[in-house]
């Protein structure tokens, strides 16, 4: 049986002692446990930036590529290998900004992975600019006088694009973190989670600023109603509901129609196609005498 | 028979391409190889272009920028293409011109005989048959072939159509009409560069292909998606940054993967061929070239992006950087690519362009590389302890597991990484030797690429050098210089990067032909290769080289 | 006084930025100049850093890779660092590792003499004050203007902390002490490269600045969102491809506009740099370069972005690519940058690296260049009829009119563009003449271009190439070579493409010294300046180049 | 007084006869006359594509740039001209697709320019791949069998980040184009409109086909009401409701503060920063003498 001994790595990690991030990779890796899922079963995939290091910190396969790429190369890991649980675990700035065209076209792609979002509001590797979720008047270390546009709302762009998993976690509640995971991770088709990951470096709130304002989604809330979804997804500056927002299990998951042909197997495990049928379809380029 | 170049010339919409298409078939039928270039402009509907065919005795698969035929199908093109009507040629055209144009009044006589002016191609086809001497029949039986699954009605107006305009120029022709061409027993396969880089990357085991629509490059991904038992996995990313990231994603995840483009695409996927190299994953980008910069002159033909595509990414890594010449070679360059990035674990680059892109060669027969070698994995079972992704080896290539292949567990890394594949600070030791590890691959390359192919060489007293897609063009000048007696060669590269050594003789002029204006292979082989040349001609207008244009250039 | 070369070591957040300012800043006070270079990893708290200072009594504004003393203040650090220090230099730590090592206990002093832990940084300022004899009291004066604002317990804590520190590294050296250094009048400028571009740009007119933030050019970004009154709008995009295209699109609405990233930022604007070319609009680019490939080593130096810079972008186009050498050259470089840009109506690429960006230089005085040009715009009065954005003119500039600027109207377009600025197929007139007219502007610019600056290059039988940050190193590195009666000299590049015409001598060895390990400017040099190099130099791991390396190499 | 005859151009229209991108054309040429909008005074932005190709069809200043990026080159354009009103008209696949990520964040920032999307739900210029607005099922010249994702909600995307103008527009209705036009250009902050426009050579439906759909927004919505305007801007297969479905003027424009500092004239009239000025700041980089 997988025991979380199996998922500690000995590399030396990075992140700022206390840092929230340390509460995502616990509650990950509880999460991982939970499901039973061995460490060579699961891919972490992140881009660049703190969050985006977590990777490292987990015993299993992992791709840590370019800032603001990981959702791609993380539908190309699960189209070319099905059998790995892929989650993709990385930065506000790297998921909602450089990398939020990907963001917007996998919710309608809906492929079997987790995304888990460290929201912490800010770029912290690069030292404290907004990112896309700095609420506006914020000063940071870029905008001194307060950041002068809105958040993104990715959450409620999740649910208007009928994304069929959407969460909000909170770093600071290991518990009720790890059990959310384990949903997302279990969820088929695309499990979005933003994570309140609050940077204790270049934040403007603490964790119990936080902690003080959020509140579980309510018991009685349909997950499956797109306008209950929204009115939680959508930014409120003091009440975070966390919790699942949204799920259905209506959708077709990616690249399914291909599975179909193909089987579900690694592509790597395929036979290659005989040189027969390429010689043939060459052979079809030949204009026959009449 | 005389070679023969026809433009067929019209605007975007009305038929060109079907009249070229079965000309040239018919023609293939009766045992003549056809040439067949496509000149056009981007956009859907009107414009002035043209589908150009070399008909001939015996392949010529180069352009000829002047026409024996031109046929119009619309006064705007007749006058626009005009002056590309040699001295003395035929002019095929609704009305007459002058005393010499052979008048074929294709809607009128479609309208009349095939009972729709949908059929104005068929006696559009029908009159070039008559001028060029093929016998109808070929042309009726190529045309109803074409229209067959249209129903008996469209085979009975499009054969009526053709023969009416067979007629029509025939009497016009009058004694000026040509002999029945006879039959011959050859056979072709006609295709396009792009026709076949799909199946020679399927044969090569590609699963993957993820791209974004750009010309000239869509039809690759395109014909991937026409053919779903290639078995290829085909998905349109969201732009090319998607599109190149899901291949690698899928690349290290165990499948052969592709994606293609065209120069602002590639552009985009610059930083990821750099992630590539750093990663250590294999990759192939089909890069078909158009006149830049920025969208320049999206759907015709240059070879402007050698450099970039040597060049691109930040850092320093390893790379391939092919340039096919032709389609047969193409499947080489397409089996090579993917076999050397997985051999290496580096990105490899093909160097297309709209004319290999959308040119149809006739060639004699077209071949599989007799080995397509199985991807360069490593077995799991010969791991020993914590598997090392990125393990120092003589040669810089270590063994690669992909992302989920065994319990080994695989760790990829784009910042500077530990065998292991972890980020590592370790400036003293473990940065020198990755960086010396990747670049071994490069030097280890050195030896594995191709020289470049030689066309009479040895006595030549002037070597032509070009790449890629001018090769026609290139061994045509040659043989035409030759013919007025001068002592000329060429060689000719398709392996581009890294740069094949070569032994330079000091009695040659040594002159590059390429398809830009600033001379990127003059300038690679002087940083790379040593070579100081004499002259370079470049052509930067968006048409493709020909040999009448390097042989004057030369004169 | 003897120069010396002091590395603080520590954790990130630990303090040793502070420490390394106060005791260089104090030096400066006291009429010494001194080098500051940063060293450290890409992480927010913990690992191995370094902040070295050189100190010496006139400017030696390059780095020393080795140290007289080595300040440590946690264990780890100490160990990592240990090799860095030159056999019978000074070590100063908490414990003691030998007989010899100045035990300072820096955290205990603090609580002890300051009332507060917090005051460790001062103890270790005071520690450093008496191992180089600096006088506290002027360490005092610079710490109390430091920590001023918060407060009189701060400057006292500091003051009683650094105090405390001196008096017991002096009591432990003892005999080894060394005596006060002489007070002198010397007055330096304190800075580095990346603290006056943004102010060079705000002096050359510019207006707008959008970037994402990206190590090390991210201060450039934050030096506009700071100082306001500079009034250039500063934007923080939300990926490399709006900063550029941003810029881009204030440009040609009239305001001078720049972006500054690093290399895989600079990967995705790759096709907008593309685009300024076609569409022949200014734009300045500053790319700090890092160690590559793909991430690297986000926080390190490298010179391994200098081809990739020159090749950017799909087709063909003029461009600038400078490399300043110094903070002094950075304002010109810039201000030229944006002068030639505008000129020339093209995209100006300012190469810096980590080395420029975080190295505080001692420099006599700073001045801007005495003439700064004005936009080079046209007269909308001496536009006659329909205005022709791209008009064919003998230079191939085209006068220039800002979208907006006056009734008449200007059209930019990415295709191939007719001189009015509308989409064309036309290959045979306009196309040809439009590549000429961009390229024409290539062959102009170098006319402009500054030749490689001489370093006792007369009688030299070995010249030295380098290009950008590697000056103060290189001419070290003459300098005590020629010591050693080798006669060598130099040439520094620090405007690299065009590449300007240079007369090579070819009774003297060529040898480059780069920031990177393929020879990038001997590759430059042999494809566009004829010349072939004897051997060359370079270092990969992510440190700046000093002299000793190059020395040593050269032995 | 400007009329339309000011902005006719001269050069070759090279759309398909017959297309509704002519209408949009028109639609545009007049909301610009009923505004009494002089060319000069007007800056049309555009990437690439059929759409794309519109600038170049009336005369006003224009600025047709590369694949995806028309929206970041407009801010750039408002921001230093801000008297130039400023419209951007580009395609689905380029607003959408490949610009995706630019139009979020531009639904953050609130630029005061207008964005029309020709929305023809295919790749029109490089001949028929599925757009990101191509319905589920849809088979197209590269999805044989149909796409296999779900389309694009731009306009709800819009309605949750607080786009302030947000309307559906209808090719096929010249009138009410333009008025719809009008509005949006009159609109202070970003206007987002998606203009439904068959492509009559690669779309599955004609013209007809839509104008039996289209409905307009009911006279009671109340525009201001965001879940309103949510359930009208959702994708539904067979109805579409045009109008404008979402607008408010409570959001600063983007460059509001920077307005007030610097005023409102185009940047390049603006004196440059005295020398003084910036040799004093280079100045305090000498580190004085005690
Ligand atoms: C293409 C590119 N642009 C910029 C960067 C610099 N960069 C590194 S991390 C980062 C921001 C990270 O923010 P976020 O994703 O929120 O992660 P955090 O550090 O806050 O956990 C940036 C901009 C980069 N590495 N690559
Ligand atoms: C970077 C880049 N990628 C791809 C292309 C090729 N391309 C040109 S137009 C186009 C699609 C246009 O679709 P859309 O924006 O919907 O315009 P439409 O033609 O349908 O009006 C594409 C993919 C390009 N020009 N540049
Ligand atoms: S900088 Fe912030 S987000 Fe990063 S590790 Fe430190 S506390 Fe966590
Ligand atoms: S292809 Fe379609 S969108 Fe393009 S002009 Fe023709 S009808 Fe219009
Ligand atoms: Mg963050
Ligand atoms: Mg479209």
Redesign the pocket.
Known sequence: MTTTQDYRSSIENQWCPGCPNYGILTALERALVALGRAPHEVCLVSGIGQAAKLPHYLRCHAWNGLHGRAIPAAIGIHVANPALTTIVTSGDGDLYGEGGNHLLHAFRRNPDITVIVHDNRIYALTKGQASPTTPRGEPTRLQFDGVEIDPAQMLATAVVHGCTFVARGFAGDLEGLSTLLARAIAHRGLSFVDVIQPCITWGKHPLAWYRERVVPVPTDHDATDRNAALSLALDSPDRFPVGVLYETAEKPVFAESYRVRVGDGPLARLPRIGRAAIQARLAAFVVNKD | MDEQSVFIAGAAGEGIQTIGDVVARAFLAHGYPVFAVQEYESRIRGGNSTHRLRIASAPANAPRRDADVLLALNPEARNHYAVDLRAGGTLVASEAVDEQTIVVPFHDLAVEHGGSGLYANAVAAGALAAVLGLPIEIVVRTLAAAVARHGDAAVAGNTSAAKAGFEVARATLGGRAPKPLPKRENVYAFLSAHDVIPLAAAAAGCRFMSA????PSTGILTAFARDPELGVFVEQAE??IAAIEMALGASAAGARAMTA??G??F??MVESISLAGMIETPIVVVLGQRPGPA?GL?TRTAQEDLLFAIHAGHGETARLVFAPADPQDAIEKTVRAFDLADRYQIPAIVLSDQFLADSRFSLPALSLPSEIPDAHLADPNTIDGEYRRYALTEDGVSPRLYLGQAEALVYLDSDEHTEEGHITEDVRVVRPSMVEKRLEKGRRLRGEVAPPSRNRDEDAETILLGWGSTKGAIDEAVARLRGKGRRVGALHFTELWPLPEIAWRDDVDYWTIEGNATGQLARLLASDGGLRIEGRIGRYDGLPLDAATIVEALA
Chains 1, 4 share one sequence.
Do not use: I
């Not at chain 2, 974004?212 to 010309?215: A, R």
């Open positions: 974004y629509p750009m010309s732009d090319e483009t065209s602002g695409g552009a985009l969208t999206p």
